[in-house]
């Protein structure tokens, strides 16, 4: 059972233009939810998050939102850059589960000059 | 670089047999977590430990087996290794049992032939 879900495999947009990442989940325990950016042959890095008493939390070009009503978050990056190109997970947890995450499948993004 | 390492990088074995996959945490962090990562999916969840003592458990098959040593170093022990096995297997760190961020390693690549 999938409790978090990144539908698009893959994302192509131009450079300086806006890249916008959807994910969706189910268990309405989560309260707290992040991004992590993964390139090839490395781990995950943080990039930014937010909690659930929150609907935008931004940091410099990244910027999340939440809709807690539509289980929906989703995290927007303007302006676009060729080194933005990455796998980008969405991760929740709940604060009756400890710090334990759930991760989604994560989506490729790519950033073509 | 995370401060997270992980040893080894790649690990080829056969069906049947067992591995040791080393994680050394952030100077400082004493929670240690480990995920799988199979083919064209996300991050799953398997044990954490916090300062030595196992903390919670996640999606971990009885065959598996994780400690975190005096020095917090941890070791994910894993048996009668079948093809399915074959994934990544990333270690993160932070520092206590809150939500706080948790930092990856690289990962180890296991692929069980």
């Known amino acids: 059972d999938q409790q978090v879900k990144q539908n698009s495999p893959s994302l192509s947009v131009q450079e300086g233009r806006i890249s916008i990442l959807n994910c969706d989940y189910t268990?309405?325990?989560?309260?707290?939810f992040l991004w992590y950016k993964k390139y090839p042959a490395e781990g995950p890095t943080f990039l930014i998050s937010?909690?659930?008493?929150?609907d935008k939390n931004e940091d410099g070009r990244f910027t999340v939102f939440l809709n807690k009503s539509a289980k929906h978050l989703s995290l927007h990056i303007v302006p676009s850059q060729p080194g933005d190109s990455a796998v980008y997970f969405c991760?929740?947890?709940?604060?009756?589960?400890?710090?334990?995450?759930?991760f989604g499948e994560g989506t490729q993004l790519t950033v073509n000059p | 670089d995370s401060g997270v390492t992980q040893t080894p990088k790649h690990l080829i074995t056969a069906t049947g047999q067992r591995v040791t996959l080393r994680c050394s945490p952030r100077s400082g962090d004493l929670s240690v977590y480990w995920y799988q990562q199979s083919l064209d999916q996300g991050l799953q969840f398997l044990i954490q430990y916090y300062n030595g003592e196992e903390r919670a458990k996640g999606n971990i098959l009885e065959r598996f087996s994780a400690q975190q040593f005096p020095d917090l170093h941890s070791e994910l022990n894993l048996s009668s290794l079948e093809l399915g096995d074959s994934a990544l297997y990333f270690c993160?760190?932070?520092?206590?049992?809150?939500?706080?961020?948790?930092?990856f390693g690289p990962g180890t690549r296991l692929l069980v032939l």
């Open positions: 993160a760190s932070s520092v206590g049992t809150e939500r706080e961020t948790q930092y």
């Open positions: 268990n309405s325990m989560f309260d707290y």
């Open positions: 937010i909690s659930s008493i929150k």
């Open positions: 991760a929740a947890s709940a604060r009756t589960s400890g710090s334990r995450l759930t």
